[in-house]
Each structure stands twice: as structure tokens, then as C-alpha cells.
């Protein structure tokens, strides 16, 4: 059984920076793609940022290039999100997703889609004022 939890989410000014973790234990990892997803009140669910658990092969959604950096540390079963020139539309939200076969299909854009992970977080909310 897969287990992912989310930690790190707060509230910050517009400009300034968090970082998310995500814990992920159980199974096998060799095959898993980790997501970052984020949910603003109303709105879908939407794909942020993504991480290939055996390449490191990382994937963002436009508007947080530049600004969002996802990375893992194998060795302790963690995801990060650090976020950096936060703005207010980032507030949501997020959550972290694990895809057991997302590396199985390199190339294309799984990774965005959302009902492609088998596994999720509670999620973490961030809040971004003005």
C-alpha cells in the first residue's frame, strides 16, 4: 500500500517563497512519477509540477516555470516543492500524487493528468496575500 502526505504548506505575502514536502512510502518507486497538484476554492484540480522517481526528469506547468522548482531526495522517499515570487493566484491547495507506471510512458503527457494517479495526499494549503 502506497501512503503519500503533504506538509509545509502556510501563509505568505506576494513575492515571498514556500516549500511543500511529500512523504512517500510503500511499493515499489523505480516506476513512479510524483505530481504536485493544486486545488483554488471552485476551480479544478490542476497539474503543477511533476518528477520521474528513477530519471529526475522534472515537468512544470507554464505559469510556475521559473518561479517553482520540484525535486526529490531518494534516499529519504521525499518530494519537495519549493516556490519561490509567490503570487496570489498560487493560493490553493496542493496536493501530491503518485503514478505508479508514469515512467512507463516518457514522452508523453501523462504527467498532467490528473486521473492517472493511483495515490494522494491530503493536501496542504498555501496562502498567498497581496
Known amino acids: 500500500q502506497v501512503r503519500v502526505a503533504e506538509s509545509g504548506g502556510g501563509s505568505v505575502q506576494a513575492g515571498g517563497s514556500l516549500r511543500v514536502s511529500c512523504a512517500a512510502s510503500?511499493?515499489?518507486?523505480?516506476?513512479?512519477?510524483i505530481g504536485w497538484f493544486r486545488q483554488a476554492p471552485g476551480k479544478e484540480r490542476d497539474f503543477v509540477a511533476a518528477?520521474?522517481?528513477?530519471?529526475?526528469?522534472?515537468y512544470y506547468e507554464d505559469s510556475v516555470k521559473g518561479r517553482f522548482t520540484i525535486s526529490s531526495d531518494s534516499a529519504k522517499n521525499m518530494v519537495y516543492l519549493q516556490m519561490n515570487n509567490l503570487k496570489p493566484e498560487d493560493t490553493a491547495v496542493y496536493y501530491c500524487a503518485v503514478d505508479r507506471f508514469g515512467t512507463l510512458y516518457t514522452g508523453s503527457s501523462r504527467y498532467r493528468q490528473k486521473e492517472k494517479y493511483d495515490y494522494w495526499g491530503q493536501g496542504t494549503q498555501v496562502t498567498v496575500s497581496s
Open positions: 510503500g511499493g515499489t518507486f523505480t516506476s513512479y512519477v
Open positions: 518528477i520521474s522517481w528513477s530519471s529526475g526528469a522534472t
